[in-house]
């Protein structure tokens, strides 16, 4: 149980910073990154609820990549706002429309965690069937209901700032992990944990590009709305047209 948590929160930190790739500042002769439709989330056949509820509890309802992300934002902001001053925009515009582009990007982080949010749905979905192959009815119950238990999402707070603090469990954070090793799905789970990672791991994997080319339409729409009539034609024409 240890490793696979330690590897849950390593595998999330690590993806959060490829989500929240610092967008490079815009250039006139760039090209207008594609931003592709939003497809309609995949129909989920019955037999595969109890798998969708122990990947929405895993990812979502544990809050572990909220976590992640609001960590790597964090970490990346401060190396942003020097990139984006640095650049050649950044240097040509006011001082007005450098407080308003500053201001903008300290929405970032509430951006990125919309479009995370927006997309873990689909992950959960084209992941579940994979998970259904590994547990039964019973045993997806039980892990979801760990995973949902509040103290678990004390302790991966704990492991995304720092994941050396698997080895400093609290008391009635052990209890609940004996208590769920104890169950079908904690014994379940313990013998296909591995396969599991795999399953979650291929699922962020398979949305990170995609969620980047969404970011930097919505970084470039919303800075040349923030520099106003200092948005420079080039950039300005990088803009996607309302839909």
Same mark, same amino acid.
């Given at each position: 149980? %240890?490793?696979?948590?330690?590897?849950?929160?390593?595998?999330?930190?690590?993806?959060?910073?490829?989500?929240?790739?610092? =967008?490079? #500042?815009?250039?006139?002769?760039?090209?207008?990154?594609?931003?592709?439709?939003?497809?309609?989330?995949?129909?989920?056949?019955?037999?595969?609820?109890?798998?969708?509820?122990?990947?929405?509890?895993?990812?979502?309802?544990? +809050?572990?990549?909220?976590?992640?992300?609001?960590?790597?934002?964090?970490?990346?902001? =401060?190396?942003?706002?020097?990139?984006?001053?640095?650049?050649?925009?950044?240097?040509?515009?006011?001082?007005?429309?450098?407080?308003?582009?500053?201001?903008?990007?300290?929405?970032?982080?509430?951006?990125? %965690?919309? @479009?995370?949010? #927006?997309?873990?749905?689909?992950?959960?979905?084209?992941?579940?069937? $994979?998970?259904?192959?590994?547990? /039964?009815?019973?045993?997806?119950?039980?892990?979801?209901?760990?995973?949902?238990?509040?103290?678990?999402?004390?302790?991966?707070?704990?492991?995304?700032?720092?994941? /050396?603090?698997?080895?400093?469990?609290?008391?009635?954070?052990? %209890?609940?992990?004996?208590?769920?090793?104890?169950? $079908?799905?904690? %014994?379940?789970?313990?013998?296909?944990?591995?396969?599991?990672?795999?399953?979650? $791991?291929? +699922?962020?994997?398979?949305?990170?590009?995609?969620?980047? +080319?969404?970011?930097?339409?919505?970084?470039?729409? +919303?800075?040349?709305?923030?520099?106003?009539? @200092?948005?420079?034609?080039?950039?300005?024409?990088?803009?996607?047209?309302?839909?």
């Amino acid at each position: 149980m %240890r490793k696979f948590l330690i590897a849950l929160a390593v595998t999330c930190a690590a993806s959060a910073p490829s989500f929240a790739q610092e =967008p490079a #500042a815009p250039a006139p002769e760039a090209a207008a990154p594609a931003l592709a439709p939003e497809a309609a989330a995949p129909a989920l056949a019955p037999e595969h609820a109890g798998a969708r509820d122990v990947l929405q509890a895993l990812l979502i309802d544990s +809050g572990i990549m909220g976590l992640a992300v609001d960590q790597a934002i964090s970490q990346m902001l =401060p190396d942003l706002r020097n990139s984006m001053s640095s650049s050649r925009l950044g240097q040509t515009i006011s001082p007005e429309a450098r407080q308003r582009m500053d201001a903008y990007i300290n929405t970032m982080p509430t951006i990125l %965690r919309e @479009e995370i949010d #927006a997309v873990l749905p689909e992950v959960v979905n084209t992941s579940a069937p $994979r998970v259904t192959a590994l547990f /039964n009815a019973r045993e997806m119950e039980d892990i979801a209901e760990f995973f949902r238990d509040e103290r678990l999402r004390t302790l991966m707070a704990r492991m995304i700032a720092d994941p /050396n603090a698997a080895s400093t469990f609290t008391r009635d954070e052990e %209890r609940a992990l004996r208590r769920f090793a104890g169950t $079908r799905g904690g %014994r379940a789970f313990g013998t296909k944990s591995d396969q599991l990672m795999g399953i979650v $791991r291929d +699922g962020l994997e398979s949305i990170s590009a995609p969620l980047q +080319g969404r970011l930097a339409v919505r970084a470039i729409t +919303g800075i040349c709305e923030a520099l106003a009539e @200092e948005c420079p034609p080039g950039v300005r024409a990088l803009v996607p047209a309302p839909t």
